[in-house]
């Protein structure tokens, strides 16, 4: 018998689309944005753990924890500001290369830096998602006592007291974070992935 020696192995390399395939569910990125205290993290967090009970490949990446590492070289001056949330970027679209819902809570304060993060994805793959919270009602909350401190002084540039917030203009979610419940909140995004087919 004669081997053949003209076989070369097939590199296959696996996409997005066939990890999205073998999930049964497609991957994208849900962008909260909004002020401190709006609810970004806590409505983040439920809509993960509802995903992950439905069994949906999810992951949150979360301001603080990013900042303890990846980003733990960056501050909070402009250019820092930036660069943190290009990062973040960065991050999230490897995580939808790999099928996952990946949520963000980030204030993300600057309009161009989040469409530069929407540039970097395909069409249909970032959902800006706006915790649209009347300031009053977050410096009722100030759960983490942060406008407190900025009232004092204690903390130059904050979002909402010394340092803008410029609210998205065409955000794919809107929730009113003042008015609904977290569950509702909730539900208003599974809700919108479903309409998009994602889920
Ligand atoms: P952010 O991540 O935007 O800074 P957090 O999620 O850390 O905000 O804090 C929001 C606070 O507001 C939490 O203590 C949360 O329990 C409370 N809260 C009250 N009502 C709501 C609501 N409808 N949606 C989200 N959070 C709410």
Redesign the pocket.
């Known amino acids: 018998m004669t081997k053949s020696t003209n076989i070369t192995w097939h590199h296959t390399s696996i996409s997005k689309h066939d990890r999205r395939s073998q999930n049964g569910h497609g991957s994208c990125t849900l962008w909260f944005t ?10 983040a967090n439920a809509v993960s753990y509802e995903l992950f009970r439905q069994g949906i490949n999810e992951y949150v990446l979360d301001g603080d924890n990013i900042r303890h590492g990846l980003n733990k070289d960056l501050g909070f001056s402009d250019y820092d500001r930036s660069e943190n949330i290009r990062r973040i970027g960065e991050v999230a679209k490897l995580f939808v290369d790999s099928g996952k819902i990946v949520t963000t ?1 980030f204030i993300s304060p600057f309009r161009s830096d989040r469409d530069l993060v929407r540039s970097l994805f395909e069409e249909g793959e970032f959902i800006e998602v706006f ?1 649209d919270c009347p300031l009053e009602e977050c410096e009722r ?1 100030d ?1 983490k006592q942060l406008y407190a401190k900025a009232r004092r002084g204690e903390i130059k540039d904050f979002t909402g007291i010394d340092s803008p917030y410029e609210a998205p203009e065409n955000p794919e979610i809107t929730i009113q ?1 003042g008015s ?3 569950e509702e ?1 909730v539900e208003q995004v599974l809700n919108y992935l479903r309409d998009k087919n994602i889920l």
């Open positions: 909004g002020l401190s205290g709006s609810g970004k993290s806590t409505i809570a915790i909350r759960p974070s609904v419940t977290v909140a």
